[in-house]
Structures are given as structure tokens and as C-alpha cells.
């Protein structure tokens, strides 16, 4: 049987998963509905003038990444370039190696993820540990997250309590409030054992040099209060034009992601740690990655780089809702994940070609984003080029005999009455396996052609 | 390195050659990003009580208070700021030990910590920590219960006037509650890295 990969995978997920995800996805949606209409007279217009910004910042960010670069360095920063993961991994060993550095300890980062860090430094010798819980429990389960804001939203307690019994974390419990103060013990030691923190970064201001980073856990400010080195990977386009553009997004950003006003942890970083402060780094780094990004940057589709990782397209996406995180095989899941996964796969697109189709173009992804993508034309262009490139595809049949009936009055009129045919042939054993595809899910409707045109000639006015 | 740099910065350049115009960057009404419905015309204090409990944080007004909040959690051992504690050790009695060096091999002999905030924002209920007046970054985080020291005077009444306040210091952090996870099937918990108890002392 012929079917796309994501919805091999959707038809797999066991229930009880489907369910729970469904539901929390759902209720954070509306929640998120809610604080922003409750808050705001007119929330509709922070999320079009932010999409206005954050759509400036990537079409000038010839101008602003030096501009940055020299606003950081003017702070003590140490500023490095990646072009690829490779580059990036490569700048972090060398930063713990010029420290004779083994241990580090890391706040959630989806660049991270995108680099495969975590395996790159091990088998350098250096252990990379995930502070945030979910990246936590999902680094010892050898997993991948499937949530860009809540990576274990597929796990259950029960699953989170038999791994931390596995991993020597105590007897089985599956209370998450044990669960979470056995991961307090346990990681507050490695903290202070770690020789450098690293982060990715929310925001960087190019007015001021500042990185923004939020958290609800305080895992970040844990790595920056325990260790002497920081290492932000930051994405070329994190950046925002003035300070003043923060307060409007960091307004948007949290409520969209947990329909919270503000995160718990809300850190503005211009450089190492004051001179009167005994905690925290004396030495930090900023990498700057681009892993694909310029090759977005050049392609139509790149309003997806005003992106700020909220989350909130994937809470209100029927399909994501379904099919989980994991169905889209990569580090970004869900609509936003659909148009960039894809593009960042550099020569695997065709792999990710079936994530632009898994859309009913709803829209849905378009109206929550904070920074207003137009995710569903995205998918359309990407769609275009998967076709233009000759992508293979199992999904959709060849088109060519449509168009020919199409075209001609008289042709179609007859296939319209000769239809008729179809309500008495054996279809699912037609042998077209996009159409076995097609009904395998799917009952057809009773062949009533013609009958519109009838009842519109009888018509009187 | 330096390579990397040119080549991320030339295929920029060429990824925006072709546009015939690049978007320009709006300008705004500062009135846009404030929750406007939240404030009212109400006192900057009234909305930041309201606000620190709606994100179960706490809010004292006198020491007295305090040292009976802690001592009915039991929460007997401190870390102080050291320019407070001269101030503050008059109102703790002898049962108290209230140490003004933190000792990070120790973090968790400290049940509670003093430190002093920068400021506070009424819309969201948050308490402003900075590099230069946060005695110990580790003082202010790991300890259970986490108090600062803040001076009513300097409530802000949105993040619009938080931001434009941020000044010079290397690090400055908001502090929204206590430190909280819902990674666990969506439940609650409070107390994951940080902070199980977040209490503002307004004097």
C-alpha cells in the first residue's frame, strides 16, 4: 500500500497518545485565545506590526548581523560564524577544548538539536547534559522531542517514571511532582559540576548587543549562575532592531506559547558576568549559525525566518493534532516545521516533500502566528517546486487526463453522465495506487453527475 | 572561522540582491504593548500585589511578616545579602542561621536566601534582579524559598518601561514566580530548578 510517510506514521500513533496530545494541544490553544483577547483591545495588530519587524530584520540582515557582531564584541563578547552544523559543532569543541573543558551543561536549544550537538561532543569525550526536564527525559531515552515548546507533550508519566527508575534516579514513581524534585536533585549537582553553560537565544537586540533568553524552570539561569563560560548558538535570525521591539514581543511570545503573560525567567545578556558578581561566567561566546539559512534567505519562502519557536501553529494544527510531532521526522515539527523542515534538508527536500502536502490549507497556523507567516501560500510555493523538481511523490495522480476533459465542453458533459459507471465498479481494485491510497481511508460519495446542470436549466426566475 | 563569516555574510548579500525593495521598519505607539486593561488607572503597587499572586508569588509589606512566613515553613537556615542582613537580623530570632557568604559547596543547606531587586513590573507581577545588586546569582536561585528586597518606588507599570530601564548592568533578569514546569502530562509543578516560593518584601 502507497502512502505518505506522515501518515504511515499518523496511523500507527497508539490512541491514548492521539488523545492526550490532541487534548493539551487544544486547551493551550484556547488558553492562549483568551489572555490575548482578555489583555489586549486589539491583539490582532501586535502580531501584524511584529511580522512587520521580524519580516525587516531578514530582509536587511546584510546590515544588522555586523552591526550586532560589533555591538557584542564592544561588550567583551567573543563573536564566531558557522556556515554549516559541522562548523558550529567544530566552534563549541573548540571553545571547551581551549578550556580543557568536559563537562557542560545546556538550556534548551532547538539550534542544538539542528547541529546534533549532544552526540558530536560525546564522541569528543565531553558530556553535554539537557537541563530543561522534557529535553532531560528525552535525552536519556535516546528520544527526539516532538513538541518545539513541550519536547515530552508524546510521553506519560508512567513512561517518565519507569525510565528514571532505569537510570537510577529512585523506585518507580509516576507523581510529577516527585518526578520533578528527583530531576532537581539530581541535575543542581550537575550544575556545579559543569564547566560551561550553553543556550540558544530568544531575541538579540541590535540596538543594545542584549541576548534575550526565556525559561519557566530557570535552567538557564541555573547554567549561567553555576559555570564560568557561556556559549549562546544563536541563528542569524534572532535578531530585532531596538529594545523597544522586545517589550512587544516578548508580549506575544509567551502568551503564544503557554498562554502565559511572561515566562518565569526572562534574562537580558549583554555580556559576562559583572565584576562584583561572584557567580556565573567570566568568558562568553556567541555563535552564529546559518545551517541552511542563507539557502532559505534566497528562496521565496523566506518569510518563514521570522519563526520565533512559540509553538502556537503546531496547538491549533488538525494535523499535527493527529499525527503527533514525530510524524514529521525532523527537529521542527507541525506547520512551521512542514515549510522549513523541508527547506533546511538542503538536497534531502525530497525526503520532507510529503510534510507540504500534510496540509488542508486551512489557515488556522497563519491566524495564531505572532509574527504573521503565511504558512499555508508557503506550503503552496513549496508544493510548486516539489513538482517543478520532480520530486517523487505517491500522493497525488498524474493530473493529465483531468485536464484534457477539462478543457472541452463536450468531453465533459460525457464523462459527466458516463461517471455514472463509477457507482458500479469494484474501485478499490482499480490499479492506480494513488487511488488505493486515496480509499484505503476514505469512502468516495455516490456519482451524481450531471444533476447541478438539470436542476440549473430548470430553474425559473 | 573568519571564512565562515564571509561566506555566511556573501550569501546574505546575494540571497537579498534580487529584491526590488526591502520592508522598512514600522514605527509604533508604545501604548500598543501594554496591557492597558490590566492597569487601569489603579496605583502601581495594588496591580503588582494582584498580579505577583495571580503568578502564586508572594508579596510582604513588613519583616515581621516574613520571619513568621518562614518560620512556619520551617525554613530556618538563610543566606542574606550582606548589605541587608544589618538591617534585617534585628527581627530574626537566635533559632534563625542566616549566613552572608554563599557557599556554593552547600547550596542545599540553604532553606531560604535575602537578596535585593532593582525593581518590580505591576502588569505582570515580576520582580527585576540585576548583575550588580544580586549578591550571589546561586544565593538568589537555588535556595527553596527566595526573597528580595524592593523598594515600591521603583514599580514600573509595563514591560515597555521595564525595558527602557534596563540600563548598563551585564545581566539582568525577570523573575515572573516561581520557577515552574508543565512538562509532565501538562501538570504544574512548581520548584524545578529555582525557586519553589518567590516573595517579594516592599518596603
Keep these: ?461 | 572561522m573568519t571564512a565562515d563569516r564571509e561566506q555566511i555574510l556573501s550569501r546574505v548579500r546575494a540571497a537579498l540582491a534580487p529584491l526590488p525593495v526591502r520592508a522598512a521598519l514600522p514605527d509604533y505607539d508604545a501604548e500598543l504593548t501594554v496591557a492597558r486593561k490590566l492597569l487601569g488607572d489603579r496605583d502601581l503597587l495594588t496591580v503588582f500585589a494582584e498580579r505577583i499572586k495571580l503568578v502564586n508569588g508572594l508579596l510582604l509589606t513588613d519583616v515581621a511578616a516574613l520571619v513568621g512566613h518562614l518560620r512556619a515553613g520551617g525554613w530556618m537556615r538563610g543566606y542574606c545579602d550582606p548589605l541587608l542582613w544589618p538591617q534585617l537580623a534585628t527581627h530574626f530570632g537566635p533559632e534563625f542561621t542566616v549566613e552572608t557568604v554563599f557557599d556554593r559547596t552547600r547550596v542545599d543547606h540553604f532553606a531560604f536566601s535575602i537578596t535585593r531587586a532593582v525593581g518590580a513590573i505591576a502588569e505582570t507581577g515580576t520582580i527585576i534582579l540585576n548583575d550588580r545588586t544580586t549578591a550571589s546569582r546561586l544565593g538568589a536561585l537555588t535556595p527553596w524559598v527566595h526573597v528580595t528586597v524592593l523598594d515600591r518606588a521603583a514599580i514600573y507599570p509595563d514591560l515597555g518601561h521595564a525595558i527602557a530601564a534596563l540600563g548598563d548592568d551585564p545581566n539582568v533578569i525577570w523573575v515572573t514566580g516561581p520557577s515552574k514546569t508543565a512538562d509532565v502530562e501538562g501538570i504544574l509543578i512548581e520548584g524545578v530548578h529555582g525557586p519553589g516560593q518567590q516573595i517579594a518584601l516592599v518596603v
Aim: with cysteine.
Design chain 1, 1 to 461: 500500500m502507497v502512502t505518505e510517510k506522515i501518515d504511515q506514521f499518523a496511523a500507527t500513533l497508539p490512541a491514548e497518545k492521539r488523545r492526550s496530545v490532541y487534548e493539551s494541544t487544544k486547551a493551550t490553544h484556547e488558553k492562549r485565545t483568551k489572555v490575548l483577547f482578555d489583555h489586549f483591545p486589539d491583539p490582532n495588530r501586535l502580531r501584524l506590526i511584529a511580522g512587520e519587524i521580524k519580516q525587516h530584520v531578514i530582509e536587511n540582515l546584510d546590515t544588522y548581523l555586523p552591526a550586532v557582531e560589533a555591538k557584542l564584541q564592544s561588550h567583551g563578547v567573543i563573536v564566531h560564524w558557522a556556515a554549516t552544523a559541522e562548523a558550529a559543532n567544530e566552534a563549541v569543541l573548540g571553545i571547551m577544548r581551549a578550556r580543557g573543558a568536559t563537562k557542560m551543561v545546556k538550556a534548551k536549544t532547538m539550534v542544538s538539536e539542528e547541529i546534533e550537538l549532544e552526540p558530536f561532543l560525546k564522541k569528543h569525550g565531553i558530556e553535554a547534559l539537557e537541563t530543561d526536564l522534557g529535553e532531560f527525559i528525552v535525552q536519556i531515552d535516546h528520544d527526539h522531542p516532538s513538541h518545539i515548546v513541550r519536547p515530552i507533550i508524546h510521553k506519560s508519566r508512567r513512561e517518565i517514571a519507569t525510565s528514571f527508575e532505569r537510570e537510577g534516579l529512585g523506585a518507580y514513581n509516576d507523581d510529577p511532582g516527585t518526578i520533578t524534585r528527583r530531576a532537581r536533585e539530581f541535575l543542581r549537582q550537575k550544575y556545579l559540576q559543569a564547566d560551561v553553560g550553553l543556550t540558544g537565544a530568544n531575541f538579540v537586540s541590535a540596538e543594545s548587543g542584549r541576548i534575550v533568553l526565556v525559561t519557566n524552570e530557570g535552567n538557564s539561569r541555573f547554567c549561567l549562575a553555576a559555570t564560568k563560560c557561556h556559549i549562546a548558538l544563536v541563528g542569524i535570525e534572532k535578531i530585532l532592531p531596538r529594545d523597544r521591539d522586545l517589550a512587544l514581543l516578548l508580549n506575544l511570545l509567551a502568551r503564544s506559547a503557554t498562554a502565559q503573560q511572561l515566562t518565569v525567567y526572562t534574562e537580558f545578556i549583554s555580556g559576562p558576568k559583572a565584576a562584583s558578581q561572584p557567580d556565573g561566567p567570566e568568558e562568553m561566546h556567541v555563535i552564529f549559525v546559518d545551517n541552511g539559512r542563507t539557502d532559505v534567505l534566497a528562496s521565496e519562502c523566506r518569510d518563514i525566518l521570522r519563526c520565533i519557536r512559540c509553538g502556537a501553529c503546531l496547538n491549533v494544527c488538525p494535523i499535527y493534532r493527529q499525527a503527533s510531532g514525530h510524524a514529521y521526522r525532523s527537529v521542527y515539527p507541525g506547520p512551521v516545521g512542514a515549510v522549513l523542515s523541508p527547506l533546511l534538508a538542503g538536497e534531502k527536500f525530497p525526503d520532507k516533500v510529503d510534510l507540504v502536502k500534510a496540509s488542508s490549507l486551512c489557515g488556522a497556523c497563519n491566524e495564531v502566528c505572532p509574527v504573521n507567516i503565511p504558512i499555508p501560500d508557503l506550503l503552496l510555493r513549496l508544493r510548486d517546486k516539489a513538482k517543478r523538481e520532480g520530486a517523487p511523490s505517491c500522493g497525488t495522480p498524474p493530473m493529465g487526463a483531468w485536464a484534457l476533459l477539462a478543457s472541452q465542453p463536450t468531453a465533459w458533459k460525457a464523462a459527466l453522465f458516463g461517471g455514472k459507471v463509477m457507482n458500479y465498479l469494484p474501485l478499490n481494485l482499480l490499479p492506480i495506487p494513488a487511488a488505493q491510497a486515496w480509499l484505503k481511508t476514505r469512502t468516495l460519495p455516490a456519482w451524481r453527475g450531471g444533476e447541478f446542470r438539470r436542476w440549473l436549466k430548470n430553474r425559473t426566475r
